[in-house]
């Protein structure tokens, strides 16, 4: 799988959006980007992926660049509840290999 | 809505004892991963079921060994404990091997004196 790099801490204000940046230079056409959050030891919770298009869900909005070599994950309005370690994850599916692998993940601290 | 269920929440075992952590998947969730998060460290892959088969196998020490059982849940057998084997384990399940999102169970905090 590809390697991500992603920024080590960000802050925002709640309210505001949380843009997350990842950056996955060396991904595959077949290689998916996903994106989970660890909350204080709780178990990862999916937020959303795509392939090369923008999706959007409920929970957040991503973005993925036009020669899929970074994407951008948006919290439209962040919340104190929105604080936790956020996870760009590079996905292939060859076969019977679908795990997650996970970095180091963006500490996203939200504000008052 | 159901989610994944992780028997036992907390467990503290002697060195050199054995453990035995539960995973009940979602239902018709045929898929179960196992993963390792040791202290201030990131998620790990163990490894994963597909329809009762092993799938894929990450770093999952000799001294651990799983399997998956008809009705799908599974179960992660820890033998010989090191101290180092002090983390939080998670067991995570989804409806196949293809892009189908993992959803999380809350995990086991495993501690070894």
């Known amino acids: 799988d590809a390697k991500t790099t992603q920024p080590t801490s960000m802050d925002c204000a709640e309210g505001r959006a949380a843009n997350l940046p990842c950056n996955h230079s060396t991904i595959s056409g077949n290689e998916y980007v996903y994106w989970y959050r660890q909350i204080h030891s709780q178990g990862p919770q999916y937020i959303i992926h795509g392939l090369k298009n923008n999706e959007t869900n409920e929970m957040a909005s991503l973005i993925i660049t036009e020669d899929r070599k970074s994407s951008t994950l948006i919290l439209p309005h962040a919340t104190l509840r929105d604080t936790a370690v956020y996870y760009c994850i590079v996905r292939s599916f060859t076969g019977t290999a679908s795990k997650l692998t996970f970095g180091t993940g963006t500490r996203l601290q939200v504000t008052l | 809505a159901a989610g994944v269920i992780q028997s036992p929440r907390h467990l503290i075992k002697e060195k050199r004892e054995t453990a035995t952590l539960k995973c009940y998947p979602i239902p018709r969730h045929d898929t179960v991963y196992w993963y390792q998060q040791g202290p201030g460290q990131d998620p790990q892959f163990l490894i994963s079921f597909y329809e009762k088969m092993q799938s894929d196998k990450g770093s999952i020490p000799d001294r651990f060994s799983a399997q998956q059982f008809s009705d799908y849940h599974s179960e992660l057998n820890m033998s010989s404990l090191e101290l180092g084997d002090s983390a939080l384990y998670f067991c995570?399940?989804?409806?196949?091997?293809?892009?189908?999102?993992?959803?999380f169970g809350p995990g086991t905090r495993l501690t070894v004196t």
């Open positions: 995570a399940s989804s409806l196949g091997l293809g892009v189908y999102e993992q959803y």
